[in-house]
C-alpha cells in the first residue's frame, strides 16, 4: 500500500513541477514564436505567475469539494486539467494562449497541490507519514530536474519549447490510470459512515501480523477524535444561536475552524510556513534561474540552472530520512538560517558583478536599466570568475538547505488539523502558498529591475531570518504523534521555546 501511495502522489506532483519548472526554459527558447514578437518583462510575468493566480483562486473550492466528494475524485479532476492545459500551451500562437494554458494548469496544481499530501497523510501510518510526505517533495524536485533536462535538450530545436510544455500531460495520463485501482482515504470514509471500508483500507495499509490490533486501534482514536468534533460542533451552535445569519452565511467547518483555539492554531501554524515557503523566493529562483543565469552571461543559461534543480532534488532525499528521525521544528532551525546566508551572499556576489548591456553603455547589472530583461547582455572574464566562484555556491548553498527544511515541511500541514476540518484548513494554507507565490512570481522580474539583484535577493534574506523567529516562537514538534493526537499538541500554549 505504501509503494501504491508513493505511486499515486509522485505522478500528481511530478507534473505541477514539472509544469513549473518547464517555464524557465521555456521562457527563453519562445523567441518571436508567440504573437510575432519577443516576449517583454510584462509578458514574462503573465506567462509565469498565471500559473500560481489559477492555482490560488483553485485551491479553496476545491477544499470544499474534497470534503463533499472524497479526496480520489479531486486528484482525478485535477489530472483531466493538466492535460488540457499541457496540450494548449503547446499548440498556442499567441502570448493570451499561453496564459490561458497556464491558468488551466494553475487550476490542477491548486486542486493538486494540498489534495495529495492530505490524501498521503490520512492514508500513512504515522511512522512513515513524513517521510511519505517528503517523497511527495522528492518526485516534486523530480519533475524539475526532468523539465530542465528536457529544456536543455530541446531549448536550441525548433518549435522545442512546444514540446516542453506538451510533454507535461504525459504524467496526468499516467495518474488517470493508476487511480483506477488506489483506495479512498480511509478518515473520509470514516467520517461518512462508511467504517467497513474505512476498515478494510486500513488493513492493507497496516498490513502485519498485528494488523487487526493496529487497526482497530485507529479507528477508535478516529471515533474519539469524531466525537469531539461534534461536541465542539454543538458549542459553536449554541454561541451562534442567537444569530441566525451568522450560521447562514459560515458553514460550520469553517466556524469550528475559526472558533476552536487548537484549530485557530493549526491554521495559522499552516499558513505562516505555507507563505514562508514562497516569501523566501525559491520559486522565483527557478522560475526565472535561466533568466538569472542569461543575465549574469552564460550562453547555456539552462545548464546551470539544471545544475540548482539537481541539487534541489539531490537534497530533498535527506529530508526524507531525516524529517521522522530528527523533528519537524529541529530541521527548520537548523535549516534556514543557511538558507538566509546563501541569499545574503547572493547578494554579495550580484553587488560585484558588473556587466555591459549593449547599445546602453557599460553598467553595473546590479543597476535598474529598464530593458535589463531583453538587451544582450556580455560580461568580462573577471566577472565571469567572481560569478562562478561565489553566486552559484551560494545558490546552491540555498537551495539545498531550503530543500531540507521550507521545500518539504510546509506540506506535512494536513497532520495538523483534526479530520473535519482536515480538508478546508490544508485547502485555506494551500491558497496562502499560492497567493505568496502569485505575489513572488509577478514582482521577480520588475523587482531585478527597478531594485538590482542584490537588494532582491538581501529582501529574501530578511524574509528567512523572520521565519526563524517565527518558528523557534511557536512551532511545536508533532513528528510521530497520530493524526488524532496532533489536537493535544495544539491545545498547548504558543511560546514554545
Known sequence: MSTAIHTTSRTS????????????????????????APLSTVSKSLITSSTSLFALLASPGTGFLADRLGRKPVLLLASCLFIIGALAQAVSTTVWAMIVGRSVVGLAIGSASFVAPLYISELAPRKLRGRLVVVQVLFISGGQVVAYVIGWVLSTAFGGWRWMVGLGALPAIMQVVLLAVMP?????????????????????VYASSRSKDIVQGVLRAIQKEQDEEESQEDSVDDEDSSSTRKRTLLPRNIRQLFSTHSQRRALAIACFLQGAQQLCGFNSVMYFAATIFS???????????LTIAMTNFLFTFIAFYAIDRIGRRRILLY?????????????????????TVDDHGSTSINAPPSSISTATTTVQASDTLRFTTLLLPALLLYVATYAISLGSLPWL????????????GAALATTTNWTANTIVSASFLP????????????GYAAVCVVVWVGVAWGYPEVG?????EVQKIMERRWKVW
Not at 549574469?296 to 540552472?305: C, K, M, Y
Open 335 to 355: 535549516a534556514i538560517p543557511f538558507m538566509a546566508l546563501g541569499l545574503t551572499l547572493c547578494a554579495v556576489a550580484f553587488s560585484s558583478l558588473s556587466s
Open 480 to 484: 510521530n504523534s497520530r493524526l488524532e
Open 447 to 458: 523587482a531585478l529591475q527597478t531594485l538590482g539583484p542584490s537588494v532582491t535577493f538581501a
Open 413 to 424: 500541514q494536513s497532520e495538523l488539523f483534526p479530520t473535519r476540518t482536515r480538508a478546508v
Open 184 to 204: 479512498e482515504s480511509p478518515r473520509w470514509l470514516f467520517k461518512r459512515g462508511a467504517v467497513g471500508q474505512a476498515e478494510a483500507v486500513l488493513q492493507k
Open 13 to 36: 506532483e511530478t507534473n505541477a513541477l514539472y509544469s513549473t519548472g518547464v517555464i524557465s526554459s521555456t521562457l527563453v527558447s519562445i523567441h518571436n514564436d508567440l504573437s510575432n
Open 295 to 305: 543575465l549574469a552571461g552564460f550562453h547555456s543559461p539552462t545548464l546551470p540552472a
